[in-house]
């Protein structure tokens, strides 16, 4: 077990590594980028441009430059954006809290509904609800989720707001669980709901096909042949067994979310999340913004593949030895 | 005489196919008493397994028709509610089926998996299932049992597998075993420790066994009573002599032919069967078996045989030869080398 958290981390090292090398170059290599012209504002001298470059260390070699940024990254922290010139150590981490609130709570939502869904599709597998549930998770997977968080938006905040229904939808915008947790699930509700519409279909359709597979196994014939009732089947046997890819696809859907891929559901409802912040700094090619934010969804990533091993490992024993 | 333990009146059960209706079993009937061990013998597709399933209604596809009566106990099965026929599952009737590599549940320990069987059918708390499990694992010999009950499936061999298979069949102290091709899937020395286990538990146990093969092998050593299946139908059917000893199907000749035998000298290669089983959407008219049967004559394509009694003694066959005719032809099938030399 040791062993493997170990291994785990120092993987996830080189793979942190590997990314960031990655990005800085993917970065300078691109044609007609100059920060140091970017920062020196319009029609500079060239001795504005050269102090500038001095002073962000960009005269220096490229194998220098990545040295100098990872070290006011990971040791001084304090990187400064080539933008805004704030600090990009402080700006991520307020924005990883509104990231994570949204992340998890459509997580939840997206974990009941798309088992419900799932399972439910598969026993009713000959009736009417069974196509019926997987056309809906169709478009559900198919609908654009800008498009979704625009009309949520127009119905809740203008429309029908007067109404009954949505006179309690706050205005957009992120308030802290801390300062006031109310007011946190108000505002996230909808975001939530918008966000995990793509991946309950999507899981509801994963999980009703692994069903059905698990369902023609020799051992779930065995269990029914043990005289067990075909509540104690479904849930013990049949989805137990379903859930390992679940789990799977799970942890790095999950992780791409935390690390910035929630980017859509972030700029619609206006929450000033890490997706958002990606956005800002591809828009102006921000270096120090992208690296971070790059190196900071990498983490979660490799750490959610490290937890999907392990989740895995308990899910199936067979894994364990190996 | 005794209520038979098992009564199959007249089973038929069909597929609806896109093709077609295909009728798996074609109106079978049977019985099997108390403690008796009976085998039923056919090649693949014959319907030995859908009729066995069928006693213990586990087919689930939902294009299944069913008609006829299973008896059990005096009890008609087919008329039993889902809930009812849980109780014979596992309880009364216990089933072990081919592949023990997939028939176990890779996630739960084995402990876990016949823990849960007893839990379903006895009220009994943790330690006593726990002890109980181990004391089955002991009876079908595996060694080291109150270790090896924490163990997952993967962590078996086949063979050891097909023991747990057994242990699990046998937690509930069945009437009934059902063995599906229990050795099918296992090497050879291994299914003799099967079938010699299955003949030492069916002992102690006292239950029926009906032992499904493909192999008159197998049945040879343990069954009382042989069943043999061609088409969805039983074609022959008497005690283990008879069928050995004076078979009357020539499909059961057949059978008998393609057995590799060691008692005689290995002077040719065996005779297979030749052709395929006929189609069970179209059944051809007459004898199903006429288009690969050697001994076929007239009456052969226009009219079906009825399986009846024709030597006595409760064996029984579906053809029209007669008996001097099938003891005059079977030893050109099942021993080429002895007729020629006769």
């Not at chain 2, 026929?85 to 089926?97: D, L, P």
């Not at chain 2, 690969?292 to 024709?310: G, I, N």
């Not at chain 2, 029984?316 to 080429?336: G, M, Q, W, Y």
Request: glycine share 8%; proline share 5%.
């Amino acid at each position: 077990m040791a062993a493997f958290i170990i291994r785990r981390l120092l993987w996830m090292l080189v793979v942190l590594f590997a990314i960031s090398v990655l990005v800085f170059l993917i970065f300078f290599a691109t044609p007609g980028v100059d920060p140091a012209r970017q920062m020196a504002g319009r029609n500079p001298s060239p001795e504005t441009i050269r102090s500038i470059k001095h002073e962000f260390g960009l005269d220096r070699s490229l194998p220098v430059r990545y040295g100098l940024m990872m070290k006011h990254m990971f040791i001084s922290r304090d990187l400064i954006s080539y933008g805004s010139h704030t600090r990009v150590i402080p700006e991520i981490l307020s924005a990883t809290p509104v990231t994570l609130s949204l992340v998890f709570g459509a997580a939840v939502i997206w974990i009941v509904f798309s088992i419900l869904t799932g399972v439910a599709a598969a026993v009713l597998r000959g009736t009417i609800f069974d196509p019926f549930l997987m056309i809906l998770a169709l478009i559900g997977i198919s609908i654009p989720v800008f498009w979704l968080g625009e009309v949520v938006n127009l119905v809740t905040q203008s429309r029908l707001h007067d109404s009954f229904l949505f006179s309690w939808v706050p205005p957009l915008g992120y308030t802290p669980l801390t300062q006031d947790p109310f007011m946190w699930f108000k505002q996230l509700f909808f975001p939530w709901l918008t966000l995990s519409v793509l991946y309950i279909g999507f899981y509801a359709r994963v999980l009703r096909a692994n069903l059905i597979e698990t369902e023609s196994e020799d051992y779930i014939r065995t269990a029914r042949a043990k005289g067990l009732s075909e509540r104690r089947v479904l849930f013990r046997h049949t989805l137990r067994t379903s859930m390992i890819t679940f789990v799977s696809l799970f942890g790095l859907d999950f992780a791409v979310l935390v690390g910035g891929g929630a980017l859509l559901t972030e700029v619609v409802f206006g929450l000033p999340g890490v997706g958002l912040l990606t956005y800002n700094s591809l828009t102006s090619l921000d270096l120090p913004v992208i690296m971070t934010t790059v190196v900071y969804a990498a983490f979660f990533i490799t750490l959610a593949s490290a937890l999907v091993d392990l989740v895995y490992a308990w899910l199936d024993p067979r894994v364990r030895l190996a | 005489m005794a209520e038979p333990l098992l009564e199959v009146k007249d089973l038929k059960v069909s597929f609806r196919t896109e093709d077609g209706l295909v009728r798996a079993v074609d109106g079978i009937s049977f019985t099997v008493d108390e403690g008796e061990v009976v085998g039923i013998v056919g090649e693949s597709g014959s319907g030995k397994s859908v009729t066995m399933m069928s006693v213990m209604r586990l087919i689930t596809d939902p294009n299944a028709i069913y008609e006829g009566e299973i008896f059990y106990k005096g009890r008609n099965l087919m008329g039993f509610s889902k809930d009812a026929m849980r109780e014979v599952r596992g309880e009364e009737i216990a089933m072990v089926f081919q592949d023990p590599m997939t028939s176990l549940n890779p996630v739960y320990t084995i402990g876990w998996q016949i823990e849960e069987q007893l839990n379903e059918h006895y009220d009994l708390n943790k330690g006593q299932a726990r002890r109980r499990a181990i004391e089955l694992l002991a009876q079908v010999g595996i060694p080291k049992p109150e270790q090896r009950i924490d163990n997952y499936p993967h962590q078996f061999s086949g063979g050891m597998r097909q023991r747990v298979m057994i242990a699990l069949a046998l937690s509930c102290n069945p009437d009934l075993l059902i063995a599906d091709e229990p050795t099918t899937a296992l090497d050879v020395t291994i299914q003799a420790q099967i079938l010699e286990l299955i003949k030492n538990l069916k002992r102690d146990f006292g239950s029926a066994v009906v032992l499904i093969t493909h192999d008159l092998g197998v049945v040879a050593d343990i069954a009382d009573r042989i069943l043999v299946m061609y088409a969805g139908r039983i074609v022959e059917e008497g005690d283990k002599e008879q069928i050995f000893y004076d078979p009357q199907h020539p499909y059961t000749w057949g059978l008998l032919g393609s057995i590799a035998r060691l008692d005689r000298p290995r002077t040719r290669r065996l005779t297979a069967i030749a052709g395929q089983p006929p189609s069970l959407i179209n059944r051809p008219r007459g004898c199903s078996f006429r288009p690969r049967c050697p001994q076929a004559f007239d009456r052969c394509s226009v009219e079906d045989p009825a399986l009846t009694a024709k030597v006595g003694g409760g064996h029984l066959d579906a053809c029209h030869l007669s008996v001097e005719d099938k003891r005059a032809r079977r030893d050109a099938t099942i021993n080429p080398e002895l007729a020629e030399s006769a």
